[in-house]
T-cell receptor
Framework: DGGITQSPKYLFRKEGQNVTLSCEQN?????MYWYRQDPGQGLRLIYY???????QKGDIAEGYSVSREKKESFPLTVTSAQKNPTAFYLC?????????????FGPGTRLTVT | AQSVTQLGSHVSVSEGALVLLRCNYS??????LFWYVQYPNQGLQLLLK??????LVKGINGFEAEFKKSETSFHLTKPSAHMSDAAEYFC?????????????FGKGTTLSVSS
């Protein structure tokens, strides 16, 4: 079955540690995205990528980093510089970058930092 | 700049009643509009989308939405609610950033269905 996988589903870290969230897709989509979801806030865009080795900052990129070395993979690193990292993180992909293409979402990773 | 407002953070209906979830948008370009559903601790699933053409859009699970340009609205409806419809619903508009691709989401509406 084609889709997006995110691992792990739940992640716990101590404050001051970097942590990397995995996102893999087998939909052969060019574009991939990372969103952060907080209760009552909707989703906010962290980073997006339209092609391998290229990515752009979204609205709330500070304290996060990404890489896109393979078409299928778009890992997100939450660094110690992110002031409030506890949140639900969603990865998405679309066939191409562009307004008309709907985004498909993975199941999410819930990160808790204490 | 694009924006989305979902009126009502929480809507409660009885099983079998009409479901109406409200969404108003602001867009400086012709909008592409989406409704997504999210069940607890899961990702988002696309319910329906409006791109161009017919203004009444039918989606999965019996949901539909009507694009009304004059009212800048894209309300989601379902004639008869089921218990399984209880979830959080997000309206989104695309085209917000310089790449024209980012989705701008509303803050979500939680739908509760009682028997």
């Amino acid at each position: 079955d084609g889709g997006i996988t995110q691992s792990p589903k739940y992640l716990f870290r101590k404050e001051g540690q970097n942590v990397t969230l995995s996102c893999e897709q087998n939909l052969n989509h060019d574009a991939m995205y990372w969103y952060r979801q907080d209760p009552g806030q909707g989703l906010r865009l962290i980073y997006y990528s339209q092609i391998v080795n290229d990515f752009q900052k979204g609205d709330i990129a500070e304290g996060y980093s990404v890489s896109r070395e393979k078409k299928e993979s778009f890992p997100l690193t939450v660094t110690s510089a992110q002031k409030n990292p506890t949140a639900f993180y969603l990865c998405a992909s679309s066939i191409q970058l562009g307004q008309r293409y709907e985004q498909y979402f993975g199941p999410g990773t819930r990160l808790t930092v204490t | 700049a694009q924006s989305v407002t979902q009126l009502g953070s929480h809507v409660s209906v009885s099983e079998g009643a009409l479901v109406l979830l409200r969404c108003n948008y602001s867009s400086s370009v012709p909008p592409y509009l989406f409704w997504y559903v999210q069940y607890p601790n899961q990702g988002l699933q696309l319910l329906l989308k409006y791109t161009t053409g017919a203004t009444l859009v039918k989606g999965i699970n019996g949901f539909e939405a009507e694009f009304k340009k004059s009212e800048t609205s894209f309300h989601l409806t379902k004639p008869s609610a089921h218990m399984s419809d209880a979830a959080e619903y997000f309206c989104a508009v695309s085209g917000a950033n310089q790449a024209g691709t980012a989705l701008i989401f509303g803050k979500g509406t939680t739908l509760s269905v009682s028997s």
